[in-house]
């Protein structure tokens, strides 16, 4: 099986995301190349074929150009997979790569299961498992899903230019709004999940981040309730974290929030299931009551 991945390259600078698609490739066996718009200062630590555009002449996007590009890099390959980051640039650039092959498109993908691709539904409380029926295939993987790979060496570099000019003017990033919590710069976490029950019980998790001495944060369930603002979630559709530690109360682990915490030094998760994908990746799961549990732990804390 032979993979063209997609790099991402934005304001100078190879995204160390990047590298999240070695990982994806590296589960499947599969051989790679690598498409990137970017400069020759800004390399890779890959020793296969980079299909290199320069990003001067490109824009750092531009929706034909990049498309145009992508699909001569294709054609060079004839790769079984075309494999994107499940971001706004792969968003944008995916579905129209796949609509000009004619092939089918699997969309943020979180595993690989024999036979197919895992992808979340219903809100990402359930899972799926996918399987394209055309010989080739578009995939968008979802940001942390896989552990990013560097492979080394030096890339054996393969310069392509665009036919003609774009039709759009690439202005810039527009910068997100500021939070009112910025989860980025805590040390310490203690986030709730849906395991808490119901909103009365926030204060109880509250009470514990404030006993270390740190910041509430939460799920994207718990943010979807209204139980606490936006500005609290941690996840891929909230903010990412790395903090020393990380407290997860009643938080099962679903990927999009994992992706968003698990580098951190530290994760202390509590919860009833001891079967809960959170315990893959804590370094300490305490299976007990939260109700019960934290109570005690921030009554301990406070003495």
């Known amino acids: 099986m032979k993979t063209l991945l997609i790099g991402e390259y934005r304001q100078g600078k190879l ?10 490739a590296g589960q499947l066996g599969a051989e790679t190349a690598l498409f990137l718009v970017g400069t020759d200062s800004q390399l890779p630590a890959y020793g296969g074929t980079l299909y290199l555009a320069d990003v001067a002449v490109c824009g750092e996007y531009s929706p034909e150009l990049h498309k145009q590009l992508v699909l001569e890099a294709i054609k060079k390959e004839n790769p079984d997979q075309i494999v994107f980051l499940h971001s706004s640039y792969g968003w944008d650039l995916a579905p129209r790569v796949a609509a000009s092959l004619k092939v089918a498109q699997v969309s943020e993908v979180v595993a690989i299961q024999e036979g197919g691709y895992e992808v979340g539904c219903c809100n990402a409380k359930m899972r799926r498992t996918l399987k394209p029926a055309t010989a080739q295939s578009v995939i968008t993987i979802q940001a942390g899903a896989f552990e990013g790979v560097q492979p080394g060496g030096a ?11 774009s039709n759009v003017e690439f202005l810039g990033y527009e910068p997100a709004e500021e939070k009112g919590v910025d989860l980025a710069k805590a040390e310490i ?11 009365d019980n926030v204060g109880i998790i509250a009470a514990l981040a404030k006993a270390f001495g ?3 944060g939460a ?10 603002s936006h500005d609290h979630q941690v996840g891929t559709t909230g ?15 679903a990927i999009q929030h994992l992706a968003g915490m698990k580098k ?21 799961l305490v299976v007990a009551d939260l109700l019960q549990f934290v109570p005690a732990l921030t009554a301990r804390l406070s003495q």
């Open 219 to 228: 799920s994207r369930p718990v943010v979807d309730a209204e139980w606490v």
């Open 15 to 24: 995204l160390d995301t990047t590298y999240e698609l070695f990982g994806f």
């Open 189 to 199: 976490i203690v986030s709730a999940g849906r395991g808490i029950g119901k909103k």
């Open 264 to 284: 951190s030094e530290f994760i202390l998760a509590i919860n009833k299931d001891k079967d809960a994908p959170i315990g893959e990746v804590a370094d300490v």
């Open 155 to 165: 890339p054996q570099i393969v310069k392509l230019a665009p036919a003609g000019a």
């Open 214 to 216: 740190g910041e509430l």
């Open 239 to 253: 903010q990412t974290v790395s903090p020393k530690l990380y407290v997860a109360c009643g938080i099962s682990g």
